[in-house]
């Protein structure tokens, strides 16, 4: 039988009553990690008085390429902490996000949810946050799969025509200038404005490798 999508979450109890609840998403390009990745610093918060709550959520892979059930899950995780924060002895009126990287793009879209609309709790569940690292403008990483594409077979068919071009001396000034006249053919626009500085300036171009 197939396993269900991950969902759930670890919760490190501290023995202060009616404690602060700290809630951790962590990041991994939305593909990599989970809760147990993460257990390293609930050691700190506990010492200091706090529950530490590290969530566990289903990757972009596993979700078939889409960011939304990653998301999903993150905020019902959140609207479960303080649903159920006083049954470990948290206090749900001071809950806390900490994320990072990829878990910050996430944490910041359960910040932004309509949480009495949703699921019925205050607008202010969520006390404070810290999101470090994070990407929010999301439309780079749409088309990020488009551009690879565009980028490998600009690669394959210089590859094709000229040889390689992974490293190329200042010298080579007629195979960079064909190598861009491919990569324009391809339009590989990126890797143009890249090549063109190096060529101007005449230094070498840094190695591209898959």
């Given amino acids: 039988m197939e396993r269900p999508p991950i969902e759930g979450l670890d919760v490190y109890a501290t023995q202060r009553p ?17 809760a147990k990745d993460y257990a390293f610093p609930a050691e700190l918060f506990v010492n200091a008085g706090a529950h530490f709550v ?11 390429g889409s960011l939304l059930p990653m998301a999903d899950q993150v905020r019902r995780a959140v609207a479960w902490v303080a649903n159920n924060a006083q049954s470990f002895g948290g206090d749900p009126n001071r809950v806390y996000v900490w994320a990072h ?18 699921f019925g709790l205050p607008r202010d569940v969520v006390k404070g946050a810290l999101l470090c690292s994070g990407m929010y403008d999301l439309k780079p990483v749409r088309l990020s799969a488009e551009a690879c594409r565009s980028i490998r077979a ?19 000034r007629a195979m960079i200038e064909r190598a861009l006249a491919l990569f324009e053919e391809m339009n590989a626009t990126g890797w143009i404005v890249e090549a063109r500085a190096a060529l101007d300036g005449l230094s070498p171009m840094r190695q591209h490798a898959d």
């Avoid at 009616?18 to 989970?34: E, T």
């Avoid at 990287?101 to 309509?114: I, M, R």
Wanted: hydrophobic share 45%.
């Fill in 154 to 172: 600009a690669l394959a068919k210089v590859d094709r025509e000229i040889g390689s071009i992974v490293t190329v001396v200042p010298g080579d």
């Fill in 101 to 118: 990287s990829s878990g910050a793009h996430l944490g910041a879209v359960a910040l932004v949810t309509d949480s009495p609309r949703d």
């Fill in 54 to 64: 590290v969530l566990d959520f289903i990757n972009v892979d596993q979700a078939g």
């Fill in 18 to 34: 009616n404690a602060p609840v700290n809630v951790f998403v962590h990041g991994g390009a939305w593909q990599r990690y989970g």
